[in-house]
């Protein structure tokens, strides 16, 4: 039995015109591409939201310092993650957190690691910050994806200074092993390198996968700056209010070399948001019930996708996110372009996101279960029609 606040319908999508999600495309159009859920928000939040607009409490916030106790009680009970609650900063969104701490750890042309194919704005955060990319591909297995650490200590230098984290990884849904990650921090610590792991989609990780902090394991939190946000796990991708944790007071002084104002501030609904999110019973009543939704979909499209000729999935471990290699298919240039002109579905296209991209897409399955399926219809259909 469907839950019902997660059965959502087209025509439900479709009003919601504000969105980048369904308004960039045609009506005809099925989205499926930006990291948005189609769910509506946990009714917490809404309340938090609605109460403040109701008595026009939306002063400059008093509450953005509670954010770091919040999360701080949240990642103890959830990841075993003793993080200090004084060295968690408030951030406009994660890339803030992510370009900023290029900019303070590291100099023009330094090396700054990460596994590809990787989500693409990490990319772009070393190109626009004029450092050096190195590149450490994932490795394919039969049923996943893996890291390469041998390819790690290879490609690193000594003008490497940072090893840009994602995990649980987009695009590959991959929700790293303890094992994988001590293997990446003994690399770590052998080439001083700093770490910035982005751990936004730790709370939506499948049973029989676990997320693991990376600043938990040893050696790691005098190195690490996690940074996360309530917006992917509860739909509030709009809200710009997120957070960068620092694991020692050293990391965060070199952060403060950047004047908060350049920065800018969090906004006042974001914060309240964010504290209904992590901190109320409802909302994580909410998430458990995301999460046997998503199970449900992710679950119905590794199936479909199966019984496709000449394209593969990797099941994900985490996210709403899949990873669908159409480089099989007798298609001329790129996939994303083929779906959306010959059936009217938005991917993301596989080559934004760097090694491996290239003949790939990302199909975002957070949505109601019948709007999975007019997608899933369309897909298998302009695969069919490719003969």
Sequence with gaps: MIDPRFDTHLDEVRSRPRGIKWGRGGPDVLAAWVADMDFAIAEPIRQAVIGMWEISDIGYSLRANRLGPVLAERGSKLWGWDLDPELVVPTADVLQGVWNNI?????????????????????????????SLVDNPLLTTDESWALDIDGLRAVIDDRTKILLLCNPHNPSGRAF????????????????????SDEIHADLVFPGATHTCFATLPGMNERTVTVTSATKAFN??????????????ALKETWDKTSSFLLGHVNTPGVEAT???WEDPGAQEWLEGLMVQLEANRDRLVRFIDDLPGV??????????????????PIQGSPAEYFLEH?????????????????????????????????LERFGNAVAALG
Excluded at 178 to 196: G, K, M, N, Q
Excluded at 236 to 249: E, H, K, M, S, Y
């Design 275 to 277: 504290i209904a999110a």
């Design 343 to 375: 059936a009217g579905l938005d991917f993301s296209d596989g080559q934004a996101f760097g090694t491996n991209g290239p003949g790939h897409v990302r199909l975002n399955f957070a949505t109601g279960p019948s709007i999975l399926e007019l997608i």
């Design 236 to 249: 509030l991708a709009g809200i710009r209010t997120a957070v960068a944790v620092f694991g020692t007071p």
């Design 312 to 329: 593969e999935i990797r099941s994900p471990d985490a996210t709403y996110l899949s990873w669908i290699d159409c480089r099989a298919l």
């Design 103 to 131: 900019y303070v750890h590291s100099d023009l042309g330094d090396g700054i690691a990460m596994q590809t194919p990787i989500y693409y704005p990490f990319l772009k955060a070393v190109t626009d910050t004029k450092r």
């Design 177 to 196: 092993t303890i094992a994988e990650l001590e293997a990446l921090a003994e690399v770590v610590a052998e080439r001083d390198l700093i770490v910035i």
